[in-house]
């Protein structure tokens, strides 16, 4: 069940942007694979939203006040895809953050609450989920504009997962239209790229308009298997082919936390491919990547729509973004 509220596009500013950002990331993503073989992982545009705040005082009188590890096995009806992550849930007094993670905490997390937030950031020892989550919470303490649009879903996980769905298609037409209308439709029919494969996007699109389909995962568990009608391939090996191909791109926001984020985004300018980026991880970040070329995020607060009850969930565009 959705109850949707129609908001303006006021802008407020929170930190002055650069106008070369893009250019920076861009400079930036060479070094970073040459830190892939590394334990950690690093995404320029994170690490840019981390040097905005690094150094700030209130980092230093700010805390740790609690931290979930949530072990999440989720199907959402029989024959769709089974989803195994950890959440990592924190909450500061400067507000609340969450990242999905592929594993769970290396560390102890006892040991952290309590501690400032500058302390913890400060630790070579955390996992970069963890990571995007401290920052998520420390970006939840700053005004942001109104949303372009703000959904209140309410009900049972399955209804909210096809509200929810129901989002990303109007905001894919959206964006489609506006390549039609401008003759930029790059083949016979549209194409679209889901990078993060959710069961529920593909299915609500299938019967709406002619087009093609295309979906990556890094999940071994679903990776060259047919779901849906469709074979889920491999985002490592396939993703810059699939972009170069796609309209639009419908990528999963856990990209920030696998440190994939800038360089699909410099991938999908390259080729002249729409981003919508629907954010479950980072949701206080995800409103600052229309700065670094997303057309459109999709931002849904923690609870998720896997959980039954209240959800709230919010979308930016780059028609209006957040400006200095």
Excluded at 221 to 226: E, L, Y
Aim: with cysteine; net charge neutral; hydrophobic share 40%.
């Amino acid at each position: 069940m959705i109850f949707a509220d129609m908001m303006g596009g006021r802008s407020l500013c929170i930190w002055p942007f650069l106008e070369s950002i893009v250019y920076i990331v861009g400079l930036h993503i060479e070094a970073m694979e040459c830190r892939a073989s590394r334990q950690e992982i690093g995404d320029p545009i994170f690490e840019w939203l981390a040097a905005r705040v690094s150094g700030n005082k209130m980092l230093e009188s700010s805390y740790m006040k609690g931290i979930w590890n949530i072990s999440l096995t989720y199907q959402p009806l029989p024959g769709e895809r089974l989803f195994r992550y950890e959440v990592l849930l924190v909450q500061t007094d400067l507000g609340q953050g969450a990242s999905y993670a592929s594993s769970k905490f290396s560390g102890d997390l006892s040991s952290l609450v309590g501690k400032t937030v500058a302390s913890v950031q400060a630790m070579d020892m955390l996992d970069y989920p963890l990571k995007v989550a401290i920052l998520d919470s420390v970006y939840a303490s700053f005004p942001l504009r109104k949303a372009d649009y703000e959904a209140h879903l309410s009900g049972v996980s399955n209804e909210k997962a096809v509200s929810r769905a129901q989002m990303i298609y109007l905001e894919t037409s959206r964006l489609l239209n506006i390549k039609k209308s401008k003759n930029m439709i790059k083949g016979e029919k549209p194409a679209i790229l889901n990078i993060g494969y959710v069961s529920k996007f593909r299915n609500i699109m299938k019967d709406q308009f002619p087009h093609d389909f295309l979906a990556t995962d890094l999940y071994e568990g679903i990776v060259g298997h047919a779901l849906d009608g469709i074979t889920i391939e491999d985002g490592n090996s396939r993703n810059e082919e699939f972009m170069r191909k796609a309209d639009v791109a419908i990528i999963t926001g856990m990209t920030i936390a696998t440190g994939t984020l800038s360089r699909l985004l410099n991938m999908a300018r390259k080729y002249a491919t729409s981003v919508i980026v629907f954010a479950e991880t980072g949701y206080n970040l995800a409103p600052y990547y229309l700065n670094f070329g997303a057309d459109a995020v999709i931002c849904e607060e923690f609870p998720y729509y896997i959980f039954n009850g209240f959800s709230t969930v919010k979308v930016y565009r780059e028609s209006n973004p957040l400006t200095p």
